[in-house]
C-alpha cells in the first residue's frame, strides 16, 4: 500500500488523471504530420532545428547547456483532468499548446506536445524559456506541474503570455508543498500569489485555486509515504504507531527523536522545509 501509493504521487503532472479517462490514443505518422502541416506557418524559422521522426527539433545544444537538460529514465504519463478536457473540447478547431506535456497517452489533432523528451506522443522539442512558435500562435496554453522544473519560470511565463492569442485561454498548475521530485530536475515551486506574479503583467488572472487533484491531502500523504519510506525498516513500525496528536508539539523537541535523527539524507532533502546554500565568489 505504502509503495503504490508514493509510487502513484510521484510523476510530474500535479493533476491525476481523470476518472473516466478514454483509452489510450497513439500518435500515427499521419496525424502527426497533418498536425505539423497546420504548424509549420507558426514556427520561428530564424530558430535553428531539424526534422527526425516526423517531430521538429528545436534542442539544440546550446540551448541543452543553457537549460542544463540531462538525459532521464523517468517518465511522466498522466492523463488530462476534466478542466483541461473541457479545454481541449472548446478549442477542437484551433491549436492548443500543451507546454511540457510528458508522454500523453490520448494524442489529440489539436494539442501541440511540446518537450524536452522524445516521447511517442511529443510533437516538438524544445524548452519553455525560449518556445519556437511566433506571438498569438495558440487559441489556449495548458502547463501542468512543468514550471517548477524550469530553471527561469518567469522568462517560461512571459513565452507562454506571448504565445498566446488575444483572448486565448491559460490553465497552469504550479506545485506549493510537493515535495522535491525531479524530471530530472526541479528548481522552484510557488505559492499561489507566486503563481499569479508569473503572469499578472501580462494576462488578466481569472482565479487561483485548489481543485480536488491539488488538495493538500496530496501533499500530506506524499510527505508521510516519503518519510516512512526514508526511516531504517526497524523504525518504521513505530513510525507508523504514531498518532496525529504526536507530531503537533514543537519541532525542537522531535529534532532527537528517531524518526527525525534517522531520516536518510535523500528523504530530508526531498521534504525539508527549507535549504542552505553555501558558496564562495571565484
Same mark, same amino acid.
Given at each position: 500500500?505504502?509503495?503504490?501509493?508514493?509510487?502513484?504521487?510521484?510523476?510530474?503532472?500535479?493533476?491525476?488523471?481523470?476518472?473516466?479517462?478514454?483509452?489510450?490514443?497513439?500518435?500515427?505518422?499521419?496525424?502527426?504530420?497533418?498536425?505539423?502541416?497546420?504548424?509549420?506557418?507558426?514556427?520561428?524559422?530564424?530558430?535553428?532545428?531539424?526534422?527526425?521522426?516526423?517531430?521538429?527539433?528545436?534542442?539544440?545544444?546550446?540551448?541543452?547547456?543553457?537549460?542544463?537538460?540531462?538525459?532521464?529514465? #523517468?517518465?511522466?504519463?498522466?492523463?488530462?483532468?476534466?478542466?483541461?478536457?473541457?479545454?481541449?473540447?472548446?478549442?477542437?478547431?484551433?491549436?492548443?499548446?500543451?507546454?511540457?506535456?510528458?508522454?500523453?497517452?490520448?494524442?489529440?489533432?489539436?494539442?501541440?506536445?511540446?518537450?524536452?523528451?522524445?516521447?511517442?506522443?511529443?510533437?516538438?522539442?524544445?524548452?519553455?524559456?525560449?518556445?519556437?512558435?511566433?506571438?498569438?500562435?495558440?487559441?489556449?496554453?495548458?502547463?501542468?506541474?512543468?514550471?517548477?522544473?524550469?530553471?527561469?519560470?518567469?522568462?517560461?511565463?512571459?513565452?507562454?503570455?506571448?504565445?498566446?492569442?488575444?483572448?486565448?485561454?491559460?490553465?497552469?498548475?504550479?506545485?506549493?508543498?510537493?515535495?522535491?521530485?525531479?524530471?530530472?530536475?526541479?528548481?522552484?515551486?510557488?505559492?499561489?500569489?507566486?503563481?499569479?506574479?508569473?503572469?499578472?503583467?501580462?494576462?488578466?488572472?481569472?482565479?487561483?485555486?485548489?481543485?480536488?487533484?491539488?488538495?493538500?491531502?496530496?501533499?500530506?500523504?506524499?510527505?508521510?509515504?516519503?518519510?516512512?519510506?526514508?526511516?531504517?525498516?526497524?523504525?518504521?513500525?513505530?513510525?507508523?504507531?504514531?498518532?496525529?496528536?504526536?507530531?503537533?508539539?514543537?519541532?525542537?523537541?522531535?529534532?532527537?527523536?528517531?524518526?527525525?535523527?534517522?531520516?536518510?539524507? #535523500?528523504?530530508?532533502?526531498?521534504?525539508?522545509?527549507?535549504?542552505?546554500?553555501?558558496?564562495?565568489?571565484?
Amino acid at each position: 500500500m505504502q509503495g503504490s501509493v508514493l509510487q502513484r504521487l510521484l510523476p510530474r503532472r500535479a493533476a491525476p488523471p481523470a476518472r473516466s479517462a478514454p483509452e489510450r490514443v497513439v500518435a500515427t505518422p499521419e496525424a502527426r504530420a497533418r498536425k505539423l502541416a497546420r504548424l509549420r506557418s507558426h514556427l520561428r524559422t530564424e530558430l535553428a532545428h531539424c526534422e527526425h521522426g516526423g517531430k521538429l527539433d528545436f534542442l539544440t545544444e546550446e540551448l541543452r547547456t543553457e537549460a542544463r537538460i540531462a538525459d532521464t529514465a #523517468n517518465v511522466s504519463e498522466n492523463g488530462y483532468d476534466e478542466h483541461m478536457m473541457e479545454l481541449v473540447g472548446r478549442y477542437r478547431d484551433g491549436l492548443v499548446l500543451d507546454c511540457g506535456a510528458g508522454k500523453r497517452p490520448i494524442y489529440f489533432d489539436n494539442v501541440v506536445n511540446y518537450e524536452i523528451v522524445d516521447y511517442d506522443s511529443t510533437d516538438v522539442l524544445g524548452v519553455g524559456e525560449e518556445l519556437p512558435f511566433v506571438d498569438e500562435t495558440f487559441d489556449a496554453v495548458i502547463s501542468v506541474a512543468v514550471l517548477e522544473h524550469v530553471r527561469d519560470p518567469f522568462r517560461c511565463a512571459r513565452e507562454i503570455a506571448r504565445v498566446l492569442k488575444r483572448g486565448g485561454e491559460l490553465y497552469c498548475a504550479i506545485p506549493f508543498l510537493q515535495p522535491l521530485h525531479g524530471y530530472p530536475h526541479h528548481y522552484f515551486n510557488a505559492t499561489p500569489q507566486g503563481i499569479r506574479a508569473l503572469f499578472e503583467d501580462r494576462l488578466t488572472v481569472r482565479d487561483v485555486t485548489v481543485l480536488p487533484s491539488t488538495h493538500p491531502v496530496w501533499s500530506l500523504i506524499w510527505i508521510l509515504n516519503s518519510w516512512r519510506a526514508g526511516l531504517p525498516a526497524e523504525r518504521r513500525k513505530a513510525f507508523d504507531a504514531m498518532r496525529v496528536r504526536d507530531l503537533l508539539g514543537s519541532p525542537l523537541g522531535y529534532l532527537g527523536q528517531p524518526f527525525c535523527a534517522e531520516l536518510s539524507r #535523500n528523504a530530508q532533502l526531498e521534504l525539508a522545509s527549507a535549504t542552505v546554500l553555501t558558496a564562495v565568489k571565484p
